[in-house]
Nanobody, 122 residues
Framework: QVQLVESGGGLVQAGGSLRLSCAAS????????GGWFRQAPGKEREFVAS????????YYADSVKGRFTISRDNAKNTVYLQMNSLKPEDTAVYYC???????????????WGKGTLVTVSS
């Protein structure tokens, strides 16, 4: 079992930056791939970014490519999402997720956090 807790959300002006963190606990969390998803009000949850267990592989949604960076520190059991050049359309609840395997475009995750709210004002 893996438990995931997100932090770092908040209110930011358009053009600003935020860094989300996802702290993981449980068995062998460093062997799990990590991912970030988001759900805006009235919309379905969508994929944002994912990273392999080693950090050597990453994959991004086209809407965030070049602005967001996913990374991980296995010594701290933490996955990060650095978000730059934020836009109002990035406003959403951001969810951390983990999966036992990784490949670019994998969206079916095994574990989920409860989410952290990011609000970008114009």
């Amino acid at each position: 079992q893996v438990q995931l807790v997100e932090s770092g959300g908040g209110l930011v002006q358009a053009g600003g930056s935020l860094r989300l963190s996802c702290a993981a606990s449980g068995r062998t969390v460093s062997s799990y791939a990590g991912g970030w998803f988001r759900q805006a009000p009235g919309k379905e949850r969508e994929f944002v970014a994912s990273i392999s267990w080693s950090g050597g592989g990453t994959y991004y949604a086209d809407s965030v490519k070049g602005r967001f960076t996913i990374s991980r520190d296995n010594a701290k059991n933490t996955v990060y999402l650095q978000m730059n050049s934020l836009k109002p359309e990035d406003t959403a609840v951001y969810y951390c997720a983990a999966s036992r395997s990784w490949y670019p475009g994998r969206y079916d995750m095994d574990y989920w956090g409860k989410g952290t709210l990011v609000t970008v004002s114009s």
